[in-house]
C-alpha cells in the first residue's frame, strides 16, 4: 500500500475551513469583547483579549498593514499556483499547505478589510504575544511540514 495522498480539492477544503473558522472567531471577538480586557477562556491558562495588530507576528512591522496585505495576497495567489499545478500531495504536506493557504488568507482578509489583524487568543501562564486562529494556522503549518520532511517517504511507506 502505497502512502497517504491528498487531493488538491482536500487541501482547498482545509484551506477553506481554517478561513471560516478564523473569520467567524474573529467576528465573535469583535461583536463580544472589549478592546484591551481579559476574560478568562480556560482559566490560568487561555483567556480573550481583544487587540488589533497592524504588523506581522510579534508586532513586526508595525504600520505596515498595507505592505503586509500585499505580501499576503503574492502568498496566496503563490501557493494556489503551485497547489494546481502539482499532483496528489503526501498526507502532512497537504495538511501544511492547507492550513498554510488558510491562516494567511484569514490574516490577509483582515488585512484588506480592515487594516489591521483581529487578535485575540491570550496564554496566561507565559509572556506570548495575543494571537488568533490563522496565527495557530500558519504555525501548524510549519509542523506539519516538517514533520512530512522528517518522515521517510519510499513507495511502501505510510
Known amino acids: 500500500m502505497g502512502p497517504v495522498q491528498q487531493s488538491r480539492g482536500a487541501v482547498i477544503l482545509i484551506a477553506a475551513s481554517v478561513v471560516v473558522f478564523d473569520q467567524i472567531t474573529k467576528s465573535l471577538a469583535l461583536a463580544q469583547l472589549s478592546p484591551g480586557i ?9 483567556d480573550l483579549r481583544l487587540v488589533f495588530n497592524t504588523g506581522a507576528a510579534f508586532s513586526l512591522f508595525t504600520g505596515a498593514a498595507s505592505l503586509l496585505g500585499g505580501i499576503s495576497l503574492v502568498v496566496a495567489l503563490a501557493v494556489l499556483f503551485w497547489l494546481l499545478r502539482c499532483g496528489p500531495l503526501r498526507f502532512w504536506q497537504g495538511s501544511g499547505v492547507g492550513v498554510l493557504l488558510g491562516g494567511t488568507i484569514g490574516n490577509g482578509i483582515d488585512r484588506w478589510r480592515l487594516g489591521t489583524v483581529t487578535d485575540f487568543l491570550e496564554l496566561v501562564p507565559i509572556s506570548f504575544p495575543i494571537f488568533n486562529v490563522a496565527d495557530v494556522a500558519i504555525n501548524l503549518a510549519v509542523f506539519f511540514l516538517l514533520l512530512d520532511l522528517l ?3 519510499g513507495t511502501n511507506q505510510r
Not at 476574560?39 to 487561555?46: A, D, K, N, Q, W
Open 151 to 153: 518522515r521517510p517517504h
Open 38 to 46: 481579559s476574560r478568562p477562556l480556560l482559566p490560568g491558562l487561555l
